[in-house]
Nanobody
Framework: QVQLVESGGGLVQAGGSLRLSCTASGRTFSSYAMGWFRQAPGKEREFVAAISWSGRITYYAHSVKGRFTISRDNAKNTVYLQMNSLKPEDTAVYYC????????????????????WGQGTQVTVSS
């Protein structure tokens, strides 16, 4: 059974930083692309960042590009989201997601591209 567990969320002031972690278990982590999404109250879940299974290819939403960095450590079965220069509009529940199929070394942008999801971690940025 595949499990994804996020951690690292919390309350931070605007301009601050947080690093989210997502640790996977239940299968070979290194074979699957991963992504981060977020959902604010009353809004749809939106794409934040994605990384290919090798880690060589990444992609970011325009709203976070230059401030957030996605990375992965396949030896630790963990994907990270380093978030710098946080803004109040970054406040949301952040979810990590994993592809359910092993395919091309590329990134995926849509929620329906992913078959497994974590439970989410709350990030709150105060002004």
């Amino acid at each position: 059974q595949v499990q994804l567990v996020e951690s690292g969320g919390g309350l931070v002031q605007a301009g601050g930083s947080l690093r989210l972690s997502c640790t996977a278990s239940g299968r070979t982590f290194s074979s699957y692309a991963m992504g981060w999404f977020r959902q604010a109250p009353g809004k749809e879940r939106e794409f934040v960042a994605a990384i290919s299974w090798s880690g060589r290819i990444t992609y970011y939403a325009h709203s976070v590009k230059g401030r957030f960095t996605i990375s992965r450590d396949n030896a630790k079965n963990t994907v990270y989201l380093q978030m710098n220069s946080l803004k109040p509009e970054d406040t949301a529940v952040y979810y990590c997601a994993s592809r359910s199929s092993n395919d091309r070394d590329t990134y995926y942008l849509n929620p329906w591209d992913y078959g497994y999801w974590g439970q989410g971690t709350q990030v709150t940025v105060s002004s």
